[in-house]
């Protein structure tokens, strides 16, 4: 009889049961007013404000760290803008200097001088003929609109009071002339008609000549005695100081017939000086003026002017078309100085992109822009300029201030010589620190990692 084994029974072991994982609730969504979802805040966000106060400071770092290269590179940008603020100071204060003179005539007058000499069709400077008179002066005295005319006789003189002595201006005019040029009386009185007509020998003399002459002693100018040459003249008035200028003042008025018979001895006058009623017939009283003179010298009609006319306007209008023109030719010349100190500068910063080219590729592999590198030279070439340029800017003024003292003319500031430059030094450090910053920029970062 067969055995049969019976089957071997394994215990079952149960399986632990795993608990389901639990669904985390959903985070809320944060929604604006209409239900959409906002989006999420970033925790970083690029700040150009950051980056541009960190381009700086790289720029500042790499500009002291080569100092001394630094300095001698912005003597370009210091000389040339030194050069343009002296000489727009210098032509300002010049302009304003011309600008008082021509004013003290006052918009109403017209000077009249005698015309070129005509030799062969050639024609001499002016003033080189001899040919206003006394009686021109007397026609042009019934003209309409003209309110007063004097004769002028300009004397060069010494002056002699005492032991003291100065080299002046003399000139002959009449009681009219006072009224004309406007000027006030500091003490004593101008001479009368009575005095030109009989030849007295009177003088006013300007604060310049008071000064040079009476300071020394203290005497009173009143009623003193001076020598013109061999001539003596008694000072019966002190003008008020017009200043601006300080040849306004240095002057001395003498009837205009004393001049003629003790000083000049000629029957020639040397010009007329004419005042218009009223600024808007200056124009008008020329013209009639010019018709006067061309019948008093019997001009033939298509004959050359033997004097000129020429208005206190059209003095202004030709000293400051003058005065531009030195400008632009001062101006000129010294940008001829900001181009070189501009072409320094972009060599300087070709040459420090070349020595970091190392440290542009580390930049560029932690993560800097192409317009970060740019940005970086850009500036660093912009504080170049604007370092030379705050200080040619003093340096000029310092420049300006003696040279316009040196020539007794005022010291004008104007905004256009404090802006000129700051915005001479931005354009001359974009212009020229552009090519280098882009150049750093394209640098392929692989090589330049590769560099020394």
């Known amino acids: 009889m067969s055995s049969t084994t019976p089957p071997y029974d394994q215990p079952t072991i149960p399986m632990p049961s795993v608990p389901p994982t639990p669904k985390l609730p959903a985070s809320p969504v944060s929604r604006t007013q209409d239900n959409s979802p906002r989006p999420t805040p970033k925790s970083r966000r690029f700040k150009r404000g950051n980056m541009v106060g960190t381009n700086f400071g790289s720029a500042l770092e790499a500009l002291w760290a ?98 003291q002595n100065w080299n002046t201006r003399i000139q002959g005019v009449n009681a009219a002339y006072q009224n004309i040029l406007g000027w006030q009386m500091a003490e004593g009185t101008w001479f009368s008609t009575g005095d030109v007509s009989g030849g007295t020998s009177v003088a006013v003399i300007g604060q310049t000549v008071a000064d040079n002459l009476f300071s020394a002693s203290g005497a009173d100018p009143i009623g003193q005695r001076i020598r013109i040459r061999d001539q003596i003249f008694r000072v019966v008035g002190l003008l008020q100081t017009k200043g601006g ?49 061309e019948r008093q010298h019997h001009l033939p009609p298509g004959t050359p002017d033997d004097f000129r006319t020429i208005s206190s306007q059209q003095l202004l209008q030709t000293a400051q078309q003058f005065t531009q023109i030195l400008t ?34 580390i930049r560029m592999s932690v993560g800097a822009r192409r317009r970060d590198i740019r940005n970086q030279f850009l500036i660093e070439a912009l504080t170049l300029s604007f370092i030379g340029g705050i200080i040619g800017m003093l340096m000029g003024m310092l420049i300006g201030l003696g040279m316009t003292a040196a020539f007794q003319l005022p010291f ?14 931005g354009i001359i450090g974009v212009v020229f620190g552009l090519y280098p910053a882009v150049r750093a920029a394209r640098l392929d970062p692989i090589v330049a990692l590769r560099s020394e």
């Open 66 to 163: 080569n100092r001394l290269r630094s300095l001698l590179t912005t003597l370009g940008i210091f000389i040339g803008v030194a050069a343009v603020v002296a000489a727009l100071t210098l032509t300002q204060g010049a302009s304003a200097a011309i600008n008082s003179r021509i004013s003290s005539l006052g918009s109403n007058t017209i000077t009249i001088s005698p015309g070129a000499a005509s030799t062969g069709g050639a024609f001499g400077a002016a003033g080189s003929t001899q040919s206003l008179t006394v009686q021109d002066a007397s026609a042009l005295e019934k003209v309409p609109h003209v309110s007063g005319v004097s004769p002028i006789i300009s004397i060069g003189a010494q002056v002699v009071y005492g032991s």
């Open 245 to 293: 200028s300080s040849t306004q003042d240095d002057v001395v008025y003498i009837p205009y017939t004393t001049a003629l018979t003790r000083l000049k001895n000629t029957p020639y006058i040397d010009g007329i000086e004419v005042q218009v009623d009223d600024t808007n017939n200056v124009n008008l009283a020329q013209q009639q003026i010019t018709s006067v003179l």
């Open 328 to 361: 632009f030719l001062l101006v000129g010349i010294a940008g001829i100085s900001l181009t070189v100190g501009g072409i320094g500068i972009m060599n300087i910063m070709l040459v420090s992109v070349t020595e970091r080219t190392r440290e542009i590729g």
């Open 412 to 425: 004008v500031v104007t905004p256009t010589s404090l802006l000129m430059p700051f915005i001479v030094s």
